[in-house]
């Protein structure tokens, strides 16, 4: 790759990724309202931990740094980590009935799902700045911080200790904005949060509308070029820019961009796309291909999630986006999504 983004490539980790796992209860009885919905199939949620099984899938070396609930749930998202190849030495139980995250899927038609969420006392918020561990964080190339994490004390601390330590020992740091509107008290407490994560990252993901949200005391209403070569000046060496059905850019710290169109495919949701997109994005770029190639294998990942019932149980192999881009070039044409 051009060298955009050096990774310290002595480390026995590409990534550990910091904050959520949840648990996702997709309908199988789709295309009706959640309130008529009976039977639903459960899956591993949290877009940190979609991400870090897409991640795993494709063949890289993934940590993970969290807190989870003390029961059942728990026991199976660690159990599920473990078979995908995830470490989870440094997931723990929280100890005053904190329970995971729960998500309720409506899947009301191709184009439309909606989201219930309960998330009262969540674990994954509860992580302490004491779940840092310094030896753990040296050992990564990358860590990614997702912007849930840093709606509520003690997990903010967390993330912050976490994104410290990655400076000091040259760690990349990648931002996830991941907005979800539970938890957060106001849109200032959103920008101050958000916006001192993305000075301090190399690489932010995020829609444009998540982009606003960071921006609103510092830097208001501005393009997608504009924004990007906001956060050039503090160091971010790439910014993504999501546009949903319109595509997605990418502006680099010298000055280019690429530009990636989805991938036709049958919508089953209209959700799992991004976890898809961030984690085949991030494969590419460990690889060191470059930005383009990075961006069409996210596209390709996250085509392949719409279509798809699940997110984390049907994140695809190296070998299933390749054939899907190859598939996809013979019908249409070769520059498809470019």
């Not at 003390?70 to 190849?85: L, S, T």
């Not at 938890?183 to 690489?203: C, F, H, L, R």
Request: charged letters at 25%; a negative charge.
């Amino acid at each position: 790759m051009m060298g955009y983004i050096q990774f310290a490539e002595d480390r026995s980790f590409d990534i550990i990724l910091i904050g959520r796992i949840a648990i996702d209860f997709n309908p199988v009885d789709y295309y009706k309202p959640l309130s008529e919905s009976t039977t639903f199939k459960k899956y591993l949620g949290g877009s940190p931990g979609n991400i870090a099984v897409g991640i795993a899938r494709l063949g890289r070396k993934v940590g993970f740094i969290a807190k989870v609930s003390d029961d059942q749930f728990g026991d199976y998202v660690v159990d599920y980590f473990k078979k995908e190849g995830i470490d989870t030495n440094h997931i723990s139980r929280c100890s005053n009935g904190e329970k995971l995250g729960l998500t309720f899927t409506e899947i009301l038609s191709e184009t439309q799902s909606s989201i219930l969420m309960y998330r009262n006392d969540a674990a994954d918020l509860k992580l302490e700045v004491a779940d840092i561990d310094e030896e753990y964080i040296k050992q990564a190339k990358a860590i990614l911080i997702s912007g849930t994490a840093l709606s509520m004390s003690p997990s903010r601390e967390a993330a912050l200790k976490a994104i410290s330590i990655a400076k000091k020992h040259n760690t990349v740091i990648i931002f996830d904005i991941d907005y979800r509107p539970y938890s957060w008290k106001n849109a200032d407490e959103i920008a101050i949060y958000y916006s001192t994560v993305a000075m301090n990252s190399d690489i932010i993901l995020g829609s444009r509308e998540e982009f606003d949200l960071t921006q609103k005391l510092i830097a208001p209403n501005l393009s997608d070029e504009a924004t990007a070569a906001f956060w050039h000046k503090y160091g971010v060496k790439i910014v993504i820019i999501k546009h949903g059905k319109e595509g997605s850019t990418a502006y680099v710290n010298d000055g280019s961009h690429y530009g990636i169109k989805p991938f036709p495919v049958k919508l089953l949701k209209s959700f799992g796309g991004g976890d898809g997109y961030a984690s085949a994005f991030l494969y590419g770029l460990f690889e060191g291909w470059d930005i383009l190639d990075c961006l069409e294998f996210g596209s390709a990942s996250a085509a392949l999630l719409v279509a798809s019932h699940a997110c984390s149980e049907d994140m695809p192999s190296v070998a299933k986006i390749q054939s899907f881009i190859a598939e996809c070039k013979l019908k249409y044409g070769d520059m498809i999504a470019r």
